[in-house]
């Protein structure tokens, strides 16, 4: 591994133009101060970025190297931070680009001024004096860079993060949860759910995890994802959104990143057993294997424990009982299944006053077990998770598209019933169809 990361290392520096991301800096200088100075020096290309986030990760998981690993994150991120604003730039010098009015409403949450939204710099700007000189830049896109936000090259600052840099952001945050600092690891996953707030599509965007789906800020926001990797990060996440719901953090300052929704909490049970993650590691050894008499206390475990950790009306013990329902129904005990299924959709019903569009999957969940005893009930509810959906996001969304699919997969089960089931999912496909094209047509454009 070491002679890889070697090999790595000397490619990564070769592609730029001999500056090294990954050197140790002064002992007289901060590490934000080493890395403002690593990115002063020249903008790296594409390629040469994902060179060295691929040393960063390869290095990151080998003895000693976590901060070497960090360093690479910090000094990548003002560069990413630089292309991902050149393209906005683009876009917002053209009123008639079909995202301009997006670029121009990023460009000043960055904090950019109208002077840089209405002035088109040139492709080899750099927003440091120095890179002015070397690239010969005109005076005209001088007087652009001075208009920068003061942060755009320190990477601790998260007030220009942007979703480019979200895979640097999560790798430092991983690095520092092994190394032991759970609260600034957590720190950092909430400047990622904090980017993700402010993108549209992200905010709306599902992460598949062991017990379910969930929106990927709120996983972010309570570090569900750091968790598989370094168990503990979730129950210091929640910890610390206690404490900064109730307004002042550990040591007593104040958090400035935006609580997420909460529910008020029903009575929590005591609970000393083993982790939520030990949990999900017995229970998928035991399901794997079809021992499903050994997986089902463990999945009831899995409830207790997440009741005691999130409330017994949350959304950790809905995904929970939907895991143990869907358990049951493998160890074919249907009956028990059905029942425990409608007891999580009347639990799922109380959340977000049965808005929460996740409940659409508990909806199809239920239908799909009651689908062979009563097809009238099934199809109500997969008519009720495409109008939960469409409320949600409106009617032209993917998960719309998808929820419309799955009807329409109901319905031609009866071959009398075939026309209507078709037409049905040529308009869901319809809604994929377009959905990937914008997405398609977003990425292009920045």
Not at 378 to 391: I, P, S
Request: contains cysteine; hydrophobic residues 40%.
């Amino acid at each position: 591994m070491a002679a890889g990361a070697q090999l790595y290392h000397k490619l990564a520096v070769r592609m730029s133009e001999g500056t090294d991301l990954a050197a140790k800096p002064p002992p007289s200088a901060s590490a934000a101060a080493a890395a403002a100075a690593a990115a002063a020096i020249l903008e790296l290309n594409t390629k040469a970025c994902e060179v060295w986030f691929l040393l960063a990760t390869y290095v990151s998981g080998m003895e000693g190297r976590g901060d070497e690993a960090i360093r690479i994150c910090k000094a990548l991120i003002p560069h990413k931070r630089r292309q991902h604003v050149r393209r906005l730039r683009e876009a917002a010098a053209d009123p008639k680009n079909e995202y301009y009015k997006d670029a121009v409403s990023e460009l000043r949450r960055l904090g950019f001024s109208r002077a840089v939204v209405s002035s088109r710099p040139s492709s080899t700007a750099s927003s440091t004096a120095s890179a002015t000189s070397r690239h010969g830049a005109s005076s005209a896109t001088t007087s652009v860079i001075d208009l920068e936000p003061d942060g755009l090259a320190d990477p601790d600052d998260p007030r220009v993060d942007v979703v480019t840099h979200s895979s640097e952001l999560n790798l430092w945050s991983t690095v520092l949860a092994k190394k032991g600092k759970l609260r600034d690891a957590v720190l950092l996953q909430w400047r990622m759910a904090e980017t993700f707030r402010s993108n549209k599509e992200m905010a709306k965007t599902e992460t598949q995890l062991p017990t379910g789906k969930f929106n990927l800020l709120d996983a972010y926001e309570r570090c569900l994802i750091l968790d598989l990797s370094a168990p503990g990060a979730a129950k210091v996440a929640a910890e610390m959104i206690a404490e900064r719901d109730g307004g002042t953090a550990a040591g007593g300052a104040a958090m400035a990143t935006p609580a997420p929704p909460t529910l008020t909490p029903a009575a929590t049970p005591a609970y000393a057993g083993p982790s939520y993650m030990e949990l999900v590691q017995q229970m998928t050894a035991k399901w794997g294997a079809l021992d499903f008499a050994a997986a089902e206390p463990i999945c009831r475990q899995i409830v207790e424990c997440q009741a005691a950790g999130n409330g017994a009306t949350s959304k950790e013990v809905v995904d929970a009982r939907e895991q143990l329902a869907r358990l049951l129904r493998s160890a074919g005990r249907n009956e028990e299944a059905v029942k425990e299924m409608r007891e999580t959709l009347a639990l799922h019903e109380k959340l977000l006053h049965g808005k929460d569009p996740t409940m659409s999957r508990t909806l199809q969940a239920l239908a799909d077990m009651v689908s062979e005893s009563d097809r009238a009930e099934a199809e109500k509810l997969h008519r009720r998770a495409v109008d939960l959906l469409t409320k949600v996001y409106g009617p032209d969304h993917f998960e719309v598209g998808a929820a419309m699919m799955q009807l329409a997969g109901f319905i031609m089960n009866d071959y009398t019933r075939m026309e209507e089931g078709q037409e049905i999912l040529q308009r869901g496909l319809a809604i994929h169809q377009k959905f990937q094209e914008q997405q398609t047509a977003m990425t292009k454009a920045f």
